[in-house]
Nanobody, 122 residues
Framework: QVQLVESGGGLVQAGGSLRLSCAAS????????MCWYRQAPGKQRELVAA???????NYADSVKGRFTISRDNAKNTVYLQMNSLRPEDTAVYYC????????????????WGQGTQVTVSS
């Protein structure tokens, strides 16, 4: 059983910062790409940032220069440092990871966290 547990969400004023964390646990062989998505009320879930196992990163245009994704492979954890937050960043943020686990054989599966609320007040 693999779990992704997020933490670090909350309420912050515009211009402030938050750091999200997502830790994977369970019978994990390896973790490939790790991502952060977000979903605002009435909107589709969107990719915010992604980081490969080798450390290559990709960002949505709306967060470039303000958000930084990083990971600690020894801790199976991915982070999202969010600076210069704006009210339009308000959303539930979800962690996603492609993880190699053993279910009859070693294969990669897609896992999601439960989500953490980020609210930015103006």
């Amino acid at each position: 059983q693999v779990q992704l547990v997020e933490s670090g969400g909350g309420l912050v004023q515009a211009g402030g910062s938050l750091r999200l964390s997502c830790a994977a646990s369970g019978n994990i062989r390896s973790i490939n790409t790790m991502c952060w998505y977000r979903q605002a009320p009435g909107k589709q879930r969107e990719l915010v940032a992604a980081i490969t196992s080798g450390g290559s990163t990709n960002y949505a245009d709306s967060v470039k220069g303000r958000f930084t994704i990083s990971r600690d492979n020894a801790k199976n954890t991915v982070y999202l440092q969010m600076n210069s937050l704006r009210p339009e960043d308000t959303a539930v943020y979800y962690c996603n990871a492609v993880i190699r686990v053993f279910i009859l054989s070693w294969q990669e599966y897609d896992y999601w966290g439960q989500g953490t609320q980020v609210t930015v007040s103006s």
